[in-house]
């Protein structure tokens, strides 16, 4: 009975020591794909997928199994005219949870549509940080971008955490940006293919003069969200103080595509925050706001009156 106990409680400390640290959910949409085409080639990658993002480990840290990552991906096929290639759309969301409470904040809501790559069937789907290109660039850039997007995710969600926290997994997804897959079909990972792509987001990341941006993290969930529980006031006085900081970083470097990251999919929230704050935060926030998140606007100008 004491050896069976002893081997449960050995392979759960396995368990703990070796859980990865993203919680992914993958699915693939193929409804615009030929009905010539076999389905079961599509529920086939999106298993596989899913198993490349949370069955592998991307740090050398331990995560217990609630300390994971909740996130995302939706990658929506076309077809091209190449047998078993596949032009696509990725959407890329994560959450990051607030101290303190139940709520998960949108750190990252991105949609890629510079996706093209080549899948057959049971393939197997590698990935190697020395080798990133491999042997077939085409069935290389499936698994190239889904790690670039996988040390993404862990870069913001550990600048939240400490100051410039992220930067070995910034680091991580540039090595794989310098050795992407190459090929006349493939884009996204140079900077004349764009000028909001997977090269540009982590250029702003890693590029001294906006080294703000790190502290724009940081503080929106630290001094900010993290702050909310126990002091709403303190903590909307934090995220109107990132705000402060955003208008100043925007106004010497407009339009980077940070600014746009960052503040994709957190108009409801911003919104909650501000929309109990005292009439002269609020109408600064709501001014900011307005100025810095064009696409929400008129939302924070109607909601946030």
């Known amino acids: 009975m004491y050896k069976l106990i002893f081997v449960l409680f050995f392979l759960m400390c396995i368990n703990f020591v070796n859980a990865q640290e993203l919680d992914a959910r993958v699915a693939v949409n193929s409804n615009a794909v030929s009905s010539n085409v076999n389905k079961s080639v599509f529920q086939t990658l999106q298993t596989s997928l899913n198993n490349f993002m949370s069955n592998r480990k991307w740090t050398t840290d331990t995560y217990l199994p609630n300390e994971k990552i909740e996130c995302s991906f939706l990658l929506i096929l076309q077809p091209t005219t190449d047998d078993n290639v596949y032009s696509a759309t990725l959407t890329i969301q994560a959450a990051r949870p607030v101290y303190n409470s139940t709520y998960l904040s949108p750190l990252i809501n991105f949609q890629d549509k510079d996706i093209e790559f080549k899948y057959v069937q049971y393939q197997e789907l590698d990935f190697n940080d020395n080798n990133v290109s491999g042997a077939d660039a085409q069935a290389s850039n499936l698994t190239a971008i889904f790690a670039y997007y996988a040390y993404m995710v862990l870069a913001f969600e550990y600048d939240t955490y400490s100051p410039k926290g992220g930067d070995a997994y910034f680091q991580k997804a540039q090595n794989v940006v310098n050795n992407a897959p190459d090929d006349r079909t493939i884009v996204g990972w140079k900077p004349f293919d764009g000028i909001r792509n997977r090269y540009w987001l982590v250029e702003n990341m890693l590029n001294d003069r906006y080294t703000v941006m790190h502290d724009v993290y940081y503080n929106y969930y630290r001094t900010g969200l993290d702050k909310m529980y126990d002091d709403d006031k303190a903590g909307r ?26 503040f994709q999919g957190k108009a409801t929230e911003m919104i909650g925050i501000f929309s109990k704050a005292m009439p002269d935060d609020k109408a600064r926030a709501s001014e900011l706001l307005q100025k810095l998140d064009l696409t929400d606007a008129e939302r924070f100008k109607s909601e946030l009156q």
């Open 237 to 262: 006085a934090g995220v109107l103080n990132v705000l402060n900081e955003l208008n100043s970083f925007n106004s010497d470097n407009p339009n980077t595509m940070i600014n746009q990251f960052f």
